[in-house]
């Protein structure tokens, strides 16, 4: 999804820094939030409500081929 949303070149390299912090149960509506840094080809991800964060990271990419 974030590489169609950013229009991101590079493929798939790593995912870096993955904490689980709460577990999701099947019902659970949560908001995936993207933040975008094109000079390290990374997206940031967070999947949180207003209260509750449930896990994080970063998606790395290859450099543009």
Do not use: M
């Amino acid at each position: 999804y974030a590489k169609a949303q950013f229009n991101i070149p590079g493929g798939f390299q790593t995912i870096e820094a993955l904490k689980f912090f709460k577990t999701l149960r099947a019902g659970d509506t949560v908001s995936l939030t993207l933040q975008h840094d094109a000079d390290k080809a990374r997206v940031a991800f967070a999947y949180s409500t207003t209260e509750t964060k449930y896990s994080s990271g970063r998606i790395v990419f290859d450099a543009a081929p």
